[in-house]
């Protein structure tokens, strides 16, 4: 992984779970430990689903960099095809409350896109790669 990716992976990381232990503060203030369990789930979710997301992306990008969009796309739409999977699932569930589950992995979620937005429109790319080795004739 180069410096930028990981700065990338840091930069929508921290932010998220930040979000996340603010959501498990607020959870446990409105619902005690279950809302706390919930929120803790939700977050830990988000951050294992869209990094490993934006590490697949980026390894994408470097083998084939033709495909990169196309797979953005189909990977940001299983991404929360698959959250909205686990919403449905966790509904019913007794162990954690669900609503505060729900609500810190919407939360999550929407800090995480955020900060990737904000992430990838502050890197400094380029956009052609200079040749050094090339002399004018």
């Given amino acids: 992984m180069q ?4 700065r990338t992976l840091l930069h929508c990381a921290l932010p998220t779970a930040a979000a996340g232990v603010v959501g498990v503060a607020v959870s446990a203030a ?3 430990g279950k809302g706390a369990l919930g929120a803790g789930f939700g977050t830990v979710l988000v951050l ?3 990094c490993s997301g934006l590490v697949v992306l980026l390894r994408t990008a470097r083998s084939l960099p033709h495909l990169f969009q196309m797979m953005g796309l189909l ?3 299983t991404q ?5 999977i686990l919403l ?3 509904r019913g569930t007794s162990v954690f409350n669900p609503k505060c589950f729900a609500l810190t ?5 929407l800090v995480w896109i955020a900060a990737q937005v904000r992430s990838h429109m502050k890197a400094k790319v380029l956009y052609v790669e200079p040749d050094s080795a090339r ?3």
């Fill in 3 to 6: 410096s930028n990716d990981a």
């Fill in 30 to 32: 409105v619902a005690g």
């Fill in 48 to 50: 294992l689903f869209m």
């Fill in 75 to 77: 990977l940001y739409t």
């Fill in 80 to 84: 929360i095809l698959l959250l909205m």
């Fill in 88 to 90: 449905t699932i966790f």
């Fill in 105 to 109: 992995l919407l939360a999550a979620t």
């Fill in 135 to 137: 002399t004018p004739s």
